[in-house]
Structures are given as C-alpha cells and as structure tokens.
C-alpha cells in the first residue's frame, strides 16, 4: 500500500462535545490516580481532567476518521496503524462541564524503515476559541511506503533530549493487572481490539492482548505529577513520548525520572517506561513544569 504526503494540510470537519465528570473521574479511576485534583468535586476549585483525559476526548475522531476527512485511500492504510508518538501542548487543564471544539489537520507524513509516520493534529479550543489543549497524535502505518520524500515535519514540536548517560533519579514498578486493559477500555470509551480481544490480537500477529499505550503514559503522568509538580497538575504544559515495546496484562512496568533540569520558571522532566522484559514500552519522554 501506498500513501502521499500530498494529503498534508488537510482540515478535518469539527467535532464539538461536552466533558462530564464521569468521563473525567473514570479516566482517573482507570489508571488508579486517586489525586484529589480529579476525584473530590468538594474542592474550592472544582474538578479538574487527567492531562492524559485528552486522548479519550479525541478518539471519536480517530475512531472514525473517514467521517471527519474525506481521503478515500485513509480508510485502508489505516488498518495498518499502530500509535507511535504522542504530544500534548497544554495551555490550561481541561474540566469537566465545559464545551470544547476540535479542528484537526494532517500535519506531517514522513517515511520511516517501517512504513510512514503520519500524524495528526488536534487542537481543543473552548466556545470562544481559546486554546486549552493541543493534541500531535502519530501513528506509524505498517508497511505503506510513502511515494515521495515526505512534508510537514518542520511542523512537529521539537523536543529536547535527555543526555545519553543519564541515570534515573528515580524509578517506581507499577504491576499491570490482567483486567487492567479492559478496565481502561471500559472506563475511556478508547476501544480497540488489539486491547481486549485475544482472538484478534493474536490474528495480528501479537503474542495475546496488550496494555494501552496511553494508559501507560497516563501512570507515568500520574507519578511525575504526584512526585514532581507537588499533586498539581495544572503545573504541566508540555509532554510528549515515543511508543515501543509491548506491555502484557498480568506484568509489571517500571516508571524512571532520568533527569530533572530547572530553568527559569520551568522544571524540564525526562523520563522512560521499561517493560518486564527490560524493553523501553515509552522511550524520549518528556514533561515541562511551570514554576
């Protein structure tokens, strides 16, 4: 199979919906975040989202992507799709009870050894059109070769890098439980069946099941905020990581700070998830505090 990068540039139609605290404290129960910030609605200020609540508030679009762009060949390249890359620009935290509207693009299509990098970029504003939270989805398409040299990766927030040699500062196991992706496919509404059906899984050449990428990344949100932003997570405005190895459900994770650099009113975070079998599941994380 083949794709262009001719389609870079290309507007999706909008999606407007309303976030509930049901969507939001499920998300947190899903990944076991008992952070006050997101379950106690007694609060002063209210409740506030997960950061990582953005990529169930924008899988409708992915989940139907050809009812948002209209790009015939999309419909079947896309059966080749694994996600690879996440990015998340955040302007404030997302809450529960507001209306939200997202206007995606294709921002890049670059040819990678495996097949094409392609992502996505999804903006959520609020009824006004202020920014709250900017989604850079990248999904890497399995076997389709790009048929040209690629466009829009100028286009891609550049990350820094943690130095080579760095070692962790810190590092936590978590144990993921054999319910575990069905809890968050549950809880999310990010259905996919590579996560819950063993059947399937195995009829694409996976040894069984496995754990959900963000969810992954939503543990490791959930350990950098607790033990870095002090419980606030309105202190996060920059992430970003890179999918790899395989998480299998009844395994444990191990979540690793490997360096911590304060700047100027901001702390840059770079951290890494290692699986049981001592493969990098997120590899090139990285989050900025603000101050």
Known sequence: MYISSDIVGLKFKEYRT???????????????????RYLDDSGPDGLLAPPMFVAALTWPIQQNLQQYVD???????????????ECLEIFRPLRPGERVVIRGEVLAVIPHE?????????????QEGNPIVTEYVGGMLRGVRCTDA???????PAIPQCQSNAASRWQVEVPISREAPYVYDGCTNIVFAIHTSPRFARSVGLPGIIYQGTATMA???????????GGNPARLRFLSARFGGMILPGSVINIQLLQRIETAGSVDLFFQVVNSQGQKAISGGYARLSE
Do not use: C
């Open 18 to 36: 309303e976030i509930s605290w049901r969507q939001t404290t499920n998300y947190a129960a899903a990944i076991g975040d008992t952070n006050p």
């Open 71 to 85: 790009v015939p060949q999309m419909q079947e390249v896309f059966q080749t799709v694994v996600h690879y890359t």
């Open 114 to 126: 495996a097949g094409t990098h392609i992502v996505f970029k999804l903006p959520v504003e609020d």
């Open 150 to 156: 690629g466009r829009g990766g100028e286009n891609i």
């Open 219 to 229: 543990h490791a949100m959930r350990e950098l905020i607790n033990r870095e932003a």
